[in-house]
Each structure stands twice: as C-alpha cells, then as structure tokens.
Nanobody, 128 residues
Framework: QLQLVESGGGLVQPGGSLRLSCAAS????????IGWFRQAPGKEREGVSCISSSGGVTKYADSVKGRFTVSRDKAKNTVYLQMNDLKLDDTAMYYC?????????????????????WGQGVQVTVFS
C-alpha cells in the first residue's frame, strides 16, 4: 500500500496558479492510478482529476477542464496537479489518493470509493 504526502497548497488570488505535488512511497507506484479530490466546508468530496497508472489517460471534472493539468513522474514517484486561473470556488482541502490497478494500464476512474490510500490533504485558498 502506498503512503501519500501532498504539498504545494497555499493562498492565491483569483487568476493565480499553484502546483500541488503528491509524493508516494512504497512499492509498485507504477501500478496505481492516482486521483486528486477536494472537499470544501459543507460540501461533499469531489473528484478533480485522475490519471491512469500508465499516465496516458487523464480525467477532469468539468469545473476544472482547461485550467488544471495532472501529470506523473515515474522516476520521482510523484503526481502533480498544475492549477491555473484559480477561482474562488476552487478553495478546498485537496487530497491525493491511490487506486491499485495491478498493472500499468489506461484504466482509471475518478470516484472516491475506488481509492484506498489517501494523503493527509493540503489546503488551497483562493481569496480576493
């Protein structure tokens, strides 16, 4: 099972950018799909972006398409979420999570229930 640690959160004004990192430790990182999820106060956790174990397939929530980009660096066991043109509604706690796929594949879902290993989360606050 992977251990995940997020970093890169912070305070930013609307239109600004942040890059979140999800560093994984453990075996077989390349066999896990990785997802980014977020939860704002009083709201349910939602899938933001997910990337397949192969890195070749990505999924995005409609609210972030064209603004966020997910990528993974196999050599560094790290997944990134580049967030551009941030909006007030992007304010939330962001979590990365891992879904064991058992192989390098292009299969990826973005439902929180599919993910079994979670990081502790990092706060992103967009303020005007």
């Amino acid at each position: 099972q992977l251990q995940l640690v997020e970093s890169g959160g912070g305070l930013v004004q609307p239109g600004g950018s942040l890059r979140l990192s999800c560093a994984a430790s453990g075996l077989n990182f390349e066999y896990y799909a990785i997802g980014w999820f977020r939860q704002a106060p009083g709201k349910e956790r939602e899938g933001v972006s997910c990337i397949s174990s192969s890195g070749g397939v990505t999924k995005y929530a409609d609210s972030v398409k064209g603004r966020f980009t997910v990528s993974r660096d196999k050599a560094k066991n790290t997944v990134y979420l580049q967030m551009n043109d941030l909006k007030l509604d992007d304010t939330a706690m962001y979590y990365c999570a891992a879904d064991w796929r058992g192989a390098v594949s292009g299969i990826v879902g973005c439902s929180a229930g599919d993910y079994t290993s979670w990081g502790q989360g990092v706060q992103v606050t967009v303020f005007s």
